[in-house]
C-alpha cells in the first residue's frame, strides 16, 4: 500500500459538499492536504438537492482529519464564479496539484421510471449542463494553473468504467461522457505533465442512500430489505482513500487517459473501507449478473 504523504498538496474537491466528493476531501485531509471544498450547499443556504449537508461541514471534517480545509460556496455552471474561485486559489496559494471533479446535483432531474421521449427534456437537459458543462468549465479555469508548474493530476468522478446503458439515457450519457472527458482531456495534457484518470465508486453507500433505505451507517445492512444488492456497498471513505493513493504515486501519469474503480484499485494500493472491508463491486457483479465490470 502506497502511505500517501500530501502535506505540501493543494487539492480542489469541486462538489465536495456529500458523498464521494466528501468522502475524498476527508481523505487527502488525512493525508495531510490543503483541501478547498466546493458547492452549493452552505451553512446560510442549501442548492436545489435540498440536503442538509453543507461545504463547511466537509472543510471542518477536512481540518479535524489533519488537513486544512477551507470551504467557497461555487456553481460551478457559473463560469465568471469559476474564474473567481480559481483567482482566489491561485492568490492564496499559486499553484493546484490535485483537482477532483465531483460535481454532480443531478438526482432531482432524472426520473428512473421514463424512456427518453417520455422524459422531461428540459430535466434530462439540466442533467447535461448540471454535470458536463460544470466540468468543463471547472477544467477550463484549472489547467492553466497545472500547465504553469508542469505538474497534476485531475481526477473525473463517474459511474462505471465503461460505456454501457445505465437504467436511464440522460444519466447514461452523462456518466460515459465523463470518461471520455478524462480521455480527451489525457491527451491534450500529456506534454505538460498532468494526468487525466476517471475513478468510479461501486454501489455508494452516501448519505443520500442511507436515507433513502431509511438506515443510518450503524444499521445499514438493514437496507438490504428494501435493495439486496446493497450489501455489495461501499462507503464515500472507499473512494477517498483510492484517490489519495493515485494522489501519493509517484507513477501516476502511467495511467492517464483510463477509467479505474475503487475495487480494483484497493487490489493495487491495499487500502480497505472505513469498516476495514474491502467491497468488490465487480466480482460481486460478475456472481449475480454474470458480467465483467
Known amino acids: 500500500m502506497i502511505q500517501s504523504k500530501l502535506n505540501d498538496k493543494i487539492a480542489l474537491v469541486a462538489g465536495g459538499t456529500r458523498g464521494a466528493g466528501r468522502g475524498i476531501a476527508v481523505a487527502l485531509g488525512e ?3 490543503t483541501v478547498y471544498v466546493t458547492g452549493r450547499s452552505t451553512k446560510y443556504a442549501p442548492s436545489e438537492m435540498k440536503r442538509s449537508e453543507t461545504i463547511e461541514e466537509t472543510a471542518e471534517l477536512v481540518t479535524a482529519a489533519g488537513g486544512k480545509g477551507i470551504a467557497i460556496r ?3 455552471t457559473d463560469p465568471e464564479e469559476v474564474r473567481r474561485l480559481f483567482e482566489r486559489l491561485d492568490s492564496e496559494q499559486g499553484r493546484l496539484d490535485l483537482l477532483i471533479n465531483d460535481i454532480w446535483g443531478g438526482d432531482p432531474f432524472v426520473d ?3 424512456k427518453f421521449w417520455e422524459h422531461s427534456l428540459a430535466d434530462g437537459l439540466k442533467v447535461q449542463r448540471t454535470c458536463l458543462d460544470s ?3 471547472t477544467n477550463y479555469y484549472a489547467a492553466p494553473l497545472m500547465i504553469r508548474n508542469r505538474s497534476g493530476l485531475i481526477l473525473e468522478i463517474t459511474d462505471g468504467i465503461d460505456y454501457r446503458y445505465r437504467g436511464n439515457l440522460y444519466y447514461t450519457l452523462i456518466k460515459s461522457s465523463i470518461i471520455n ?3 480527451s482531456l489525457s491527451e491534450e495534457l500529456k506534454p ?3 494526468a487525466a484518470l476517471a475513478l468510479t465508486p461501486g454501489f455508494l453507500r452516501s448519505e443520500a442512500m442511507l436515507d433513502h433505505f431509511g438506515v443510518k451507517e450503524e444499521n445499514w445492512k438493514d437496507g438490504t430489505a428494501k435493495e439486496p444488492h446493497f450489501i455489495a456497498s461501499e462507503t464515500p471513505a472507499y473512494i477517498g482513500r483510492a484517490v489519495a493513493a493515485l494522489a501519493g504515486d509517484p507513477d501516476v501519469f502511467e495511467k492517464t487517459g483510463k477509467a479505474f474503480s475503487t475495487w480494483k484499485l484497493s487490489e493495487e494500493y491495499d487500502f480497505v473501507d472505513a469498516d476495514g472491508n ?3 463491486w465487480g466480482n460481486y457483479f460478475f456472481e449475480k449478473f454474470g458480467e465483467r465490470l
Do not use: E, F, N, Q
Request: charged share 15%.
Open 31 to 33: 493525508a495531510g492536504a
Open 74 to 76: 461555487t456553481d460551478h
Open 112 to 114: 428512473w421510471s421514463k
Open 135 to 137: 466540468h468543463l468549465i
Open 181 to 183: 472527458l478524462a480521455s
Open 192 to 194: 505538460y505533465g498532468i
Open 278 to 280: 474491502r467491497p468488490h
